[in-house]
Each structure stands twice: as structure tokens, then as C-alpha cells.
């Protein structure tokens, strides 16, 4: 059974940093393109950045390019996203998928699936 865990959310102070993890089981991401999306309360879901298996190339959303940063261990079968310079409207529930088509558009969701429960994430003084 495909499954995808993320974790390493909570509470962080505006400049700081977080790490997530989506740790995957039932395959292998060494072949699979993965996303990371958002959804903040009253909001629709945003797409943030995704990474590809082969070349490891990566593609962010303006409104996380140069703060965020999207990697993968396929020895631990896991993406990261890496968090600086967080900022309160970064806080969001953070959810990981897998590219299962590619429609032209960076961050459809219906593109992804096998979504993860999400983690937190809130940024506040």
C-alpha cells in the first residue's frame, strides 16, 4: 500500500527555519516526481515545489523560491523541504503528493496523488 508520512512541523518564530519530512512506503521514490503543497485556513491548497527523480532538478513557486528548498534520499526513500526565513502567512498545513501525470501546469493537484495527512506548520512571536 503507497503511503506518505510528513512530519517535522510546529511552532517557529518569524526568520526561522523548519525541516519537513515525507517519508514514503509501499514504493520506491527513485522513479517517482514529487510536490510539496500548503493549505493555509480558508484557503485553497498552493503548490510550493516539486523535484524530479532522474536529474533531481527542482521547480519552486514565486512565493517560496529563494527561502525554500526541495531535496530527496532515495537511500531513505524521503523528500525534505527545507524552511528559512519563514514568515507568519507561511503557516499552513504542509502535505507531500506524487506526480502521477503532467497536465502543463507545474502544481494541479489532480496531476498528484497518494497525498499525506499534512503537518503543521505555524509561524508566530
Known amino acids: 500500500q503507497v503511503e506518505l508520512v510528513e512530519s517535522g512541523g510546529g511552532l517557529v518564530q518569524p526568520g526561522g527555519s523548519l525541516r519537513l519530512s515525507c517519508a514514503a512506503s509501499?514504493?520506491?521514490?527513485?522513479?517517482?516526481?514529487m510536490g510539496w503543497f500548503r493549505q493555509a485556513p480558508g484557503k485553497e491548497r498552493e503548490g510550493l515545489a516539486c523535484?524530479?527523480?532522474?536529474?533531481?532538478?527542482?521547480f519552486y513557486a514565486d512565493s517560496v523560491k529563494g527561502r525554500f528548498t526541495i531535496s530527496r534520499d532515495n537511500a531513505k526513500n524521503t523528500v525534505y523541504l527545507q524552511m528559512n526565513a519563514l514568515k507568519p502567512e507561511d503557516t499552513a498545513v504542509y502535505y507531500c503528493?506524487?506526480?502521477?501525470?503532467?497536465?502543463?501546469?507545474?502544481?494541479?493537484?489532480?496531476?498528484?496523488?497518494?497525498w499525506g495527512q499534512g503537518t503543521q506548520v505555524t509561524v508566530s512571536s
Open positions: 503528493a506524487i506526480r502521477e501525470y503532467y497536465s502543463g501546469s507545474m502544481y494541479s493537484e489532480s496531476d498528484f496523488s497518494s
Open positions: 509501499g514504493f520506491t521514490l527513485d522513479y517517482e516526481p
Open positions: 523535484i524530479s527523480p532522474s536529474d533531481g532538478n527542482s
